[in-house]
């Protein structure tokens, strides 16, 4: 039997919107929610299936077991711990990262203990991937420049990826491909064994967000302005566009699910939505608890049958959805 992670709120119910395509947009309230404290974050983490959390302020950063509602160990605090902005886990479950932007500490993710730190020198660290297994880190710097790190024999690479500041970059599940998105307009598709590209396009304006599947096969990318377009990377072309009149959507976490059929986002402006892939279409929506003026959503995750949303309040909200929109 699988535990249950929340003690549910309510029932839920589901209302009909209207999508830019004229299709019903799925909504409803949170099912079930659980806070990691009452502290402002400064970043968070899910694990894909949201079974654990990764939540840092400025002076700690704490990993949770959502199941059992439990701190797995006490916080890491210290020098390395304080002002984190960027955290993951591995898909697996094993390791996790946190970065001040100036350093980077790989964890035990079942023990806490440090497993390897690696300093940026001169570079600022603008995000960070890591593979399945947590072999493999990425690290995208404001310069342009890209980090590969081999965490088990702690190698390192250096490569020219981009002409300006990297603003986000995603790893294939191997560790073999980076996908990147820069403020020179342009994605990449690119080797992480000798940096060569393998696919690029170039975007309206900077791009802010990317998202990669497992596979390096499906992409995505989110520009500054109005470009919001689904990549077929095996085909080399692209496939669809998020459909929306809106101008200036930000996402702040992405993830694709249910066999790459939908993309899962978070929002700045406590929406977490999906969209279809095939057609960029919005298929549902929801509204985060807001409980400070400014709410994010920070982090976003699917264990097969639900969704859940990380705030920056330190709200984890678990969602229903409709399953019969392929």
Not at 51 to 69: F, I, P
Not at 187 to 197: I, P, R
Not at 282 to 295: F, G, P, S, V
Request: hydrophobic letters at 40%; proline letters at 1%.
């Amino acid at each position: 039997m699988t535990p249950k992670l929340f003690k549910p709120l309510c029932c839920v119910f589901a209302l009909s919107l209207v999508g830019c395509g004229g299709g019903e947009v799925f909504t409803a309230p949170a099912s079930s929610e659980f806070a990691h404290g009452n502290e402002l974050l400064s970043a968070t983490a899910l694990t894909e299936d949201a079974s654990h959390a990764l939540v840092a302020t400025q002076s700690e950063v704490c990993v949770w077991d959502n199941q059992l509602k439990a701190r797995l160990y006490d916080c890491i605090t210290g020098q390395g711990a304080e002002h984190v902005e960027l955290v993951g886990f591995s898909a697996n479950k094993s390791r996790f990262f946190i970065s001040n932007r100036l350093s980077v500490t790989l964890y035990d993710t079942r023990t806490g203990r440090s497993i390897g730190i690696w300093l940026t020198g001169q570079e600022i660290a603008r995000d960070i991937a890591i593979s399945a297994v947590g072999d493999t880190l990425v690290i995208a710097y404001r310069s342009g420049k890209a980090e590969v790190i081999n965490t088990r024999t702690g190698d390192t690479k250096r490569f020219d990826i981009h002409r300006l500041d990297i603003n986000s970059v995603a790893l294939s599940a191997d560790g073999q491909w980076a996908f990147t998105g820069s403020s020179d307009k342009y994605v990449k598709l690119w080797s992480t064994s000798d940096g060569s590209t393998r696919f690029e396009e170039r975007l309206a304006t900077r791009v802010n967000h990317v998202t990669l599947n497992k596979t390096a096969s499906l992409g995505f990318a989110i520009d500054s302005v109005d470009d919001r377009v689904f990549f077929d990377l095996a085909n080399k072309k692209e496939l669809s566009e998020v459909a929306s009149y809106s101008n200036f959507i930000e996402f702040t976490a992405s993830q694709f699910i249910n066999q790459d059929k939908w993309l899962l986002t978070g929002s700045p402006k406590m929406k977490m939505r999906l969209y279809r892939v095939a057609d960029g279409e919005l298929i549902a929506e929801y509204e985060a608890k807001q409980q400070r003026q400014r709410t994010s959503v920070l982090s976003v995750a699917y264990d097969g049958k639900q969704l859940y949303s990380e705030t920056s309040d330190g709200l984890l909200q678990a969602w229903s959805y409709k399953t019969n929109k392929s």
